[in-house]
């Protein structure tokens, strides 16, 4: 292959645990100038993240397997494989979770790329596939939480905001 092209193995990409989830970082920020970042995501039943936006990124999805409840302001859609959703620019309020009872596959990409190092810096590196507990986070544990969204251009929502 010549040095243009990208590969990515089973084995290889960064691999961390996001609120309970298993992420696995296929190519990042770092290696696409910041262009875009793909993201291998295996979310548990009950997994996926709360409430939140961004502004000034798009975050595209594909349902390799299980299902995914996504919501909005305006609704609920429930992707199940070979479902896309796709949230454009624009800070739109969404979360996902699983409320099936079997793992689900995403392949999620952002554009610009900044997902990613939000990941790394809030994620605990894991072997491949590895889901750790959600973890109990502390009134200071949501304050720095909230000071790092905003760093990547995020803006999080209390957990029931989307009810």
């Known amino acids: 292959m010549t040095n243009h092209i990208t590969t ?52 595209l999805f594909y349902v390799v397997d299980g299902e995914i409840e996504f919501k909005t302001e305006k609704g609920k859609y429930t ?33 610009p790329a900044g997902l990613d190092a939000f990941f790394e810096e809030i994620g605990t590196p894991v072997a491949a596939g590895t889901f750790l507990p959600p973890p109990v986070l502390t009134d200071e544990d949501l304050h720095r939480l909230k000071q790092l969204a905003e760093k990547y251009g995020q803006k999080l929502y209390p957990p029931d905001y989307l009810d």
């Open 8 to 59: 990515v193995n089973e084995d290889q990409g960064e691999s961390l645990s996001v609120v309970g989830d298993a992420y696995r970082i296929l190519i990042s920020g770092k290696q696409t100038g910041g262009a875009y970042a793909v993201i291998d995501m295996l979310v548990p039943p009950g997994g996926g993240p709360g409430p939140h936006a961004h502004a000034d990124m798009q975050e």
């Open 79 to 111: 992707a199940k494989k070979g479902a896309f959703v796709n949230v454009p620019k624009g800070g739109d309020v969404h979360c996902f979770k699983n409320t099936s009872t079997e793992t689900a596959h995403l392949l999620c990409t952002v554009i």
